[in-house]
Each structure stands twice: as C-alpha cells, then as structure tokens.
C-alpha cells in the first residue's frame, strides 16, 4: 500500500498532470441531520473524466453525498478536495460544477438560450462568445433551433437536454445528476441513456451519477459505489459489483439473486469450496472468513446461472417448478426446492423452450453452471 | 342532470349579501345626484352638480393625497413584508416560524380603534418612541408624529402587514428550492440568485399583494381620522366630514362613487402593468 502511494505520487511529481490527481475525493467526510447520521465518514476518489455512480435505496446518503459536493450542504467532518483544491467550506457558487436536477430546474421565465446563458453572465463571459457558446451547447445536445422556447413549451426529454447544456456550457469540473431519467418514460430514457454516456466521453467531462436504479448504474458507469444506511459498501467497476460483490446487502441490491443454504467445506488460499446439497461449488474466501469449516453459509447466485438438468442428475439439486413468466426474450422459472433455499429459487431459462420443457409441476433437477457464485455468513436475508 | 343538488342552496346566503350590496350601492348613487339642502336632511331634485363640485383644487387634491398615502403604505409594506415572508418561507426552525407568523398576523386581531390608539400612545409629543429617543440623547426636542402623513403611514403599514406577508409567503413557497439552487451551481451569488431568479418568480405575489394593500388603504378611516386628526385629509375621511359635520349626504355619496371608482382604476391598472411580470413568471 506504502509502495503504491509512492508510486503515485512519483507519477505526479514526474508527469504533473491531472490525470494522477482525483477529480473529487472525499476524505472521510460525515454528515448528521440532528441525531441521524445520513453519512458516516465515506472516502471516495474520483478519477478525472470517470463516470461515478452513487448507487442505493431512498435514504442511503447518496443524495447528501452530491449535495455535500455540490456545495448545497456543510460537512460536519472531513474533507473535499475538487481538482485538488480544498473545497469543504467553499460556497456552492464558487465551486464551478455543473448539476442536472431530477425535475431539470429550468428557469420559467427564461428562454432555453437564456438559461443555457445564465451560467455565463455571471462568469461575464462576453456578448459575442456567449453566443457561440451558447450555439454550440445546444447543438450538443441536438436542440439548435429551440433558442427562443421557454421551458413549458418542452417536453420532458428537451428540457432534460436544455437542462444538460445549462450543465455542460459553463465547462464544470465536475457534472453532477441526480437522477435525472426517473422523470422520464421508458422508452425515452434508454435513450437518453445511451445520449447521455455518448456526449459525457467525448467532453470528458468528470461525473457524478445518482440513482436507485442498478440496470441504469450498470450500463453507464465506469465505477459504482454502492451506499446503504449511509454508508459505501463497495466501491468498483460494474462487472465487479454484479459477480463480486463485497457484502450481502449488494449482492441483493444489484440484480437478482437466489440465496441457497450452504456449507464450508474447505478453504485453500483466496478461495473456499462450499456445498449445497449435493453440490458443489468454488466462492472467493474472503467474504466468509470467520466461517468455521463446516459452517453454514448462504450462496448467493445470480438466476442466469443456473440450468435445468433431468432429476437425479449428478451435480443438481431437486426442485419442482412453481411459476412460470414469460418475460418475451426468456422465461422466468421460480422453482421450490425445500432442501437447498428457503425462498423459491428464481431461474432464468433463455428463449422459449422453458415455457413448453418446464410445466409447472415439472419434478427436475438445478445445476450452477458458473464461477461467479459468493457466498456470506449466514443471515437475515435483507 | 344536476350532479349537485345543494349548490344553490350553499350559494344563497352569499346571493343574499350580495343583494344587500347592491341595493346599499344603488341607494349611495340615487343620492350622489340629488341636490343638497343647506340645513335640512331631505334631498333635492336631480343633479350633476355634486360631481362636477369634485373638480375643486381640493376634493383634487384629497384624491390625490389617498392615491400617494395608499402608494406609500403598499410600498413600505411591501419593503417590510418580504423579507419576513422569506425567512417564513425557508426557515427550517418552526420556533421561528411561528415567531414570525404570529408577529405579523396579530395586528388582525387587533379592533382597529384599540391599534389605533396604541400608535396614538406610541407617536405622541410625550409618546414612548419621542420619549425613548429623548432620554437616549437622539434628540433634543419631541418630533410631531402625531397628526402628520407619516405617522398615518406607520399605522397603515402595520395594519396592512399581515395580508401582505400571508400573500408573499404563498408566492415564494411556490417557488422550488432547485432553480435557486441551480442558479447557485452556476455560478451566482446569494444576490444575484435573489434578482435574477427568486424576486422575478415572486412577482405574482407582489402584484397581488400590492394591489390588496393599495384597496385596503384607499377604505381606511379610523387610521387616518384619528393619527391624522384632520390634518391629514383622505377621501374616506371627507366623506366622513361632509356626510357627518354638514349632513351633505349627497356630496359624500358622490365622493365615495367616485372613490370606488378610483380605487378600482388603479387596481386594473396596476393588474394591467404587471401582467408581462406575471406572464414571466408563470411555470404553466
């Protein structure tokens, strides 16, 4: 670790650039509303140009976290560095970041050049450059001829873009949005989504993302940080966070996932073998480390990872199908299987076939055809 | 067809205040065109006389004082109210804010003759405010509060606060905390957040504050007839002085016609100046 940060720092001294410093870091940094703590000391380093993800339920802390970066609230303990610069007693005003609101916040008596201005008249930016930037920002985000709109002549999806380039014009240092596609239906957020990602990795632009939702936090980000009850419980890249995920409340959190009841059969180095029934599979050993060797465990696995196999096959549990879903590109099976999971164990059966191999009633066996299992000590599912 | 059935039943109360109204208002008419007898309380013929009376240098110029006594105490509201309506708005103290909701809504509760008095006792030579400002040494000798068109203003001002702020205070708690705080992000200070962005989307609230307190003051007798004491001379309290000291019913009847008048007047007006505010404004 001491290595490590010497190396960094060696980096720094010899290449000088931004790209070795964070473009936000939290040091510890708490915040209390009277009694509750709704964040309790989180670190975090955003690198320059990432695509950060704050990740959780209603009432996490993620959205205390943005607005402590945003300047909006005052850290009661800790520190926030932007670009390097402390920036933990610096208004809001002063701290140059860009922000997308969930209701976009457009101003309603302004047009959508008056807006997407605003931002430059108070850095007093003058007439002429304003206007070519201005230009310029709404060409960004595909809306040139709407100069002279006011925000309620907008649908949802343009006052989102109006409200991106409000966001984007002033060059921030760091794009803040919260939430800003639950406002949106379905059809239109994906995208977004897509519009969204696409105009933040030409500009390189260092983000900021908050939501509840963990498909939207899967496909957009470079890194997620998950946060529960105000803490981060994990910080990483979003195919680490789906097939490693550090403790229960995430594996639960992000996708779906059936929980077995396990046993600890041994433990060599980084990894454990754990058994279900008859079953056996390999899980990382750090999550279970205070289990005993023939300890109980609960298996987390994904429902894309399990396989229909006939019954009594070698390697498979026996359950009995329950419920079938058709979902269109594959059917959700929800399968009993009293031996091995208390609740019934979710199946993702790809195509069609399921439907018509599968009846409900279907005595077959289950069959984890994958390493990306984890495995807890055991507890009350969350 | 009727989905309703007790509509008009709820309503007719109000229809029955309402034909009270009218028959009082017809009845001040009938007698804004009779003449007037000297000495006696019957009324003569008809007559345009009493109107044209009106364009005396001073029945003007008791039009013109309400007008300016009735802008300035809308104004110095208007100036004292806001920032208490802020603070009501966005303060996360409750303690505060029923501190401030209870400030500015007594003087409702208030008999308009016992306020009165209390800015009688309050203004006076040997009052508490010249007396506070004597014994401080601000002061050499007692200022004349009392019977002067300040002093008129200052009781008006207090009268008319509480409608004010319950005005504003709608407006701002209308206004979402993001557009201030986005105004933030980009960028602007706490002054310019409030000029460019709360003050304009207040606007509403202002226009209709302003016109209420400007009406209110415009029927405002007891203020003005005791702070002013004669010397401060508005429309209603000449039409208190005619209908009551000379029993010139008819002349007083015309003036509070022509007062309605002018009070509704600068209302639509005001209403007419402000609608491109309004329209700014608007969110829908």
Redesign the interface.
Known sequence: MLMRTNQMAANTSVAGSDKARPAVQLDGVTKRFGDSIALHEAWLKIRSSEFMTLLGPSGCGKTTLLNLVAGFLEADGGEIFIEGALVTETPAHMREIGIVFQNYALFPHMSVAKNVAYGLKTRGVDKKEMARRVDEALALVKLSGFSDRKPRQLSGGQQQRVALARALVIRPKVLLLDEPFSALDKNLRGSMQVELKQIQRELGVTTIFVTHDQGEALSMSDRIAVMSAGRIRQIAAPDEIYRRPADRFVASFVGDANVLNGRLVERSGDAAVVSIGEVRASVPAATIAEVAIGGSVDVFVRPEHLSVTSRGASGSLPGTVTTQVFQGGHVDLYIDAPGSARDPILLRSPGIAGLSSCPVGAEIGLSIGSDDIVAFPPGEAP | MNTRPFLGWFVSPAGLVAVGLIAAMLAVFQYSVRAYIPGSLEVGGFTWQNFAAMLRPLYALAFWNTVLLCFETAVFTLILAYPLAYALVRTNSSALRSFILIVSVTPLFLGEVVRTYSWMIVLGSNGFLNTLLLKLGLLDRPVQMMFTAGGVVAALVHVTMPIMVIMLAAALSHI?R??E?????????PV??FL??TL??SMPGIVAGFSTAFAWTFSAFATPQLIGGGRVSTVSTLIYQLGFSSFNFPFAASLSIIGLALSLAVIALLRKAARPLER?????
Not at chain 2, 280 to 284: E, G, H, K, N
């Open positions: 979402d993001n557009y705080k986005a105004a933030e992000s980009l960028g602007a200070g310019r957040v460019t962005i304009p989307l700014m404004a608007s969110t829908t």
